[in-house]
């Protein structure tokens, strides 16, 4: 089983990224899926969920109206499109599948927000 995030890096105020997450090794389209962030000194926060047909979205209110997650189960990928990025969203972004009790959670991928 893998998750492997992508897409982050350093951005300015203001601007924008895009998180991927590819996923193998289990069967993708069962699992939903979830983007986590954990800043320094701070507990992992839950930021956005999809369910497994991409039907429903639940969001952080930090995020809400910001960030908009999605998926392609053909591709077996998560995405998560963050605009507007502030300071405050610097962390690193985790990508994780659930299904029941069991989950599965990729290595990270550092966002930084700074001018």
């Known amino acids: 089983v893998q998750l492997v995030e992508s897409g982050g890096g350093l951005v300015q105020p203001g601007g924008s990224l895009r998180l991927s997450c590819a996923a193998s090794g289990f069967t993708f389209s069962s699992y939903d899926m979830r983007w986590f962030r954990q800043a320094t000194g701070k507990d992992r926060e839950l930021v956005a969920t999809?369910?497994?047909?991409?039907?429903?979205?639940n969001y952080a209110d930090s995020v809400k109206d910001r960030f908009t997650i999605s998926r392609d189960n053909a591709k077996n990928t998560v995405y998560l499109q963050m605009n507007s990025l502030k300071p405050e969203d610097t962390a690193v972004y985790y990508c994780?599948?659930?299904?029941?009790?069991?989950?599965?959670w990729g290595q990270g991928t550092q966002v930084t927000v700074s001018s």
């Open positions: 999809i369910a497994r047909s991409g039907g429903t979205t």
């Open positions: 994780s599948a659930r299904l029941s009790l069991r989950s599965y």
